[in-house]
């Protein structure tokens, strides 16, 4: 059964800092493209962050660059999210998902490139 099991949310004040973890299970983990994506109540689902297998490369959205970092320990089947400078426009539900097998650049951003997502992580930031 393949799953992604989120964690590491909570509430945070605007300027502090959270990590998020991912754990996977069911495939091959150091095979996919990883990915961070948000929710915000009454939004579309978006982009936040993507990882290559090797974690060589790095894809932000332009809302989280500078202030997160994406990671990942493959011998661990983890991703994270590292969050700094946290805003209250972050606060979402935060989502893992697996990407393709292949590094696709910038389309990276899309959404449907991913599947099996998790079921998420709440960040609340307050101001």
């Given at each position: 059964?393949?799953?992604?099991?989120?964690?590491?949310g909570?509430?945070?004040?605007?300027?502090?800092?959270l990590?998020?973890?991912?754990?996977?299970?069911?495939?091959?983990?150091?095979?996919?493209?990883?990915?961070?994506?948000?929710?915000?109540?009454?939004?579309?689902?978006?982009?936040?962050?993507?990882?290559?297998?090797?974690?060589f490369?790095?894809?932000?959205?332009?809302?989280?660059?500078?202030?997160?970092?994406?990671?990942?320990?493959?011998?661990?089947?983890?991703?994270?999210?590292?969050?700094?400078?946290?805003?209250?426009?972050d606060?979402?539900?935060?989502?893992?998902a697996?990407?393709?097998?292949?590094?696709?650049?910038?389309r990276?951003?899309?959404?449907?490139?991913?599947?099996?997502?998790?079921?998420?992580?709440?960040?609340?930031v307050?101001?």
């Amino acid at each position: 059964q393949v799953q992604l099991v989120e964690s590491g949310g909570g509430l945070v004040q605007a300027g502090g800092s959270l990590r998020l973890s991912c754990l996977a299970s069911g495939r091959t983990f150091s095979n996919y493209v990883m990915g961070w994506f948000r929710q915000a109540p009454g939004k579309e689902r978006e982009f936040v962050a993507a990882i290559r297998r090797t974690g060589f490369s790095t894809l932000y959205a332009d809302s989280v660059k500078g202030r997160f970092t994406i990671s990942r320990d493959n011998s661990k089947n983890t991703v994270y999210l590292q969050m700094t400078s946290l805003k209250p426009e972050d606060t979402a539900v935060y989502y893992c998902a697996f990407g393709p097998t292949v590094w696709m650049g910038d389309r990276q951003k899309e959404k449907k490139l991913y599947d099996t997502w998790g079921q998420g992580t709440q960040v609340t930031v307050s101001s």
